[in-house]
T-cell receptor
Framework: EAQVTQNPRYLITVTGKKLTVTCSQN?????MSWYRQDPGLGLRQIYY???????DKGDVPEGYKVSRKEKRNFPLILESPSPNQTSLYFC???????????????FGPGTRLTVL | AQSVTQPDIHITVSEGASLELRCNYS??????LFWYVQSPGQGLQLLLK??????LVQGIKGFEAEFKRSQSSFNLRKPSVHWSDAAEYFC????????????FGGGTRVLVKP
């Protein structure tokens, strides 16, 4: 089954304790992205990757890191989490943007993170 | 910078009644437009999208949306709502010049009364 998976689905942690949220897709997609969802704000892009070893900042990158060493995986790293990073996080992937196109993005189930 | 506005934060509708969710965007060029649905505890599922052509777009689950360039709107409609349509709905805009970047509206939560 074609899907985007995220782990863990739920995480409670404390301020300053490094954590990683994994994202994996089995559709051979080139493009992957991380979003955070906060009430009333919709989804905001944190980082994205156009392909392996190519990553770039989205709208709200502060406090986050990503890496793209393999095509299928795109982990989100919080080196020193803070309470304002408490949110619902979504990973998404798509085939890859052709020039002048926006592909349909497929979303994972979400990771609910609480930072105390 | 582009923006997407969903004016209604919550909408309550009776089962069997019609539903319309509003979406307005602010951007000078022609955007690509999407509607996603998020059921409780679930990820986002694509309902429909508009890239070009016919401005009335049919999607899954009986939803449709109409692109109106003059009003910068892309409203979502369903003629008869089912209890399973209770969810949060997000409008999103993609830009030709920005590859795969999506800008989302704040969402509209739909409650369905029996």
């Amino acid at each position: 089954e074609a899907q985007v998976t995220q782990n863990p689905r739920y995480l409670i942690t404390v301020t300053g304790k490094k954590l990683t949220v994994t994202c994996s897709q089995n559709m051979n997609h080139e493009y992957m992205s991380w979003y955070r969802q906060d009430p009333g704000l919709g989804l905001r892009q944190i980082y994205y990757s156009m392909n392996v070893e190519v990553t770039d900042k989205g709208d709200v990158p502060e406090g986050y890191k990503v890496s793209r060493k393999e095509k299928r995986n795109f982990p989100l790293i919080l080196e020193s989490p803070s309470p304002n990073q408490t949110s619902l996080y979504f990973c998404a992937s798509s085939i890859g943007a052709k020039r002048g196109m926006t592909d349909t993005q497929y979303f994972g189930p979400g990771t609910r993170l609480t930072v105390l | 910078a582009q923006s997407v506005t969903q004016p209604d934060i919550h909408i309550t509708v009776s089962e069997g009644a019609s539903l319309e969710l509003r979406c307005n965007y602010s951007y000078g060029a022609t955007p690509y437009l999407f509607w996603y649905v998020q059921s409780p505890g679930q990820g986002l599922q694509l309902l429909l999208k508009y890239f070009s052509g016919d401005t009335l777009v049919q999607g899954i689950k009986g939803f449709e949306a109409e692109f109106k360039r003059s009003q910068s709107s892309f409203n979502l409609r369903k003629p008869s709502v089912h209890w399973s349509d209770a969810a949060e709905y997000f409008c999103a805009v993609g830009l030709k010049a920005a590859g795969n970047k999506l800008t989302f509206g704040g969402g509209t939560r739909v409650l369905v009364k029996p």
